[in-house]
């Protein structure tokens, strides 16, 4: 059930089943494969599994007008499934997390409650409240006072001596 996949020819070319076709992929492309239903209750995750098999089983029969309510049917599930999870505060992977090259080096954000599926094994991995800590009171006051500028870098000075005087 993926686009651009071969499909098996069992003879049927339902309308509805290739919507569903597509539905499925892109919330799986999403959120992951087989993580969405984790992502809501049991009693959801049921009634979406018993679903599929009310389509597994008109597939099987090929019956064209089962096939095209299940179908139907299931692509409803998909967003009610996608809603329930966003409504309990989940996200999918490319919400929840940033994957970018810095030094070199593979680093994910993330925010807090994410999914540690979505966090890549090579990735150094911090959550915006770790990043939160990093940013000073100053740099937060220069940008209040210079809306639309940009941080270009930071540096650090390293040449002070170490002694008494704090300054």
């Known amino acids: 059930m993926c686009p651009g996949c071969p499909r098996e020819d069992n003879g049927m070319d339902n309308e509805a089943l290739i919507k569903l076709d597509t539905v499925a992929a892109n919330y799986e492309q999403m959120w992951g ?10 009693e959801l995750r049921s009634k979406f599994y018993r679903q ?4 597994d089983t008109a597939i099987l029969k090929q019956d064209d007008d089962a096939i095209t309510s ?5 692509a ?4 009610l499934l996608n809603s329930e999870a966003r409504k309990e505060g989940d996200l999918p ?8 090259n810095l030094y070199n080096q593979k680093v ?18 911090f959550t915006l409240t770790e990043i939160k800590k990093l940013i000073p009171q100053a ?9 639309g ?15 008494e005087i704090p300054f």
């Open 52 to 55: 599929k098999e009310k389509l």
């Open 139 to 147: 740099l937060i006051e220069s940008k209040k006072t210079f809306a």
């Open 33 to 42: 494969i087989d993580v969405l239903p984790k992502k809501v209750s049991e």
């Open 108 to 125: 994910c954000i993330s925010i807090p409650g994410a999914s540690v599926a979505f966090i890549p094994d090579d990735a150094v991995h």
């Open 76 to 79: 409803r599930g998909w967003h």
């Open 70 to 74: 299940a179908a139907n049917a299931m």
């Open 93 to 100: 992977a490319d919400e929840s997390t940033i994957v970018f």
């Open 149 to 163: 500028s940009f941080v270009m870098g930071v540096k650090y000075n390293t040449s002070l001596p170490v002694d």
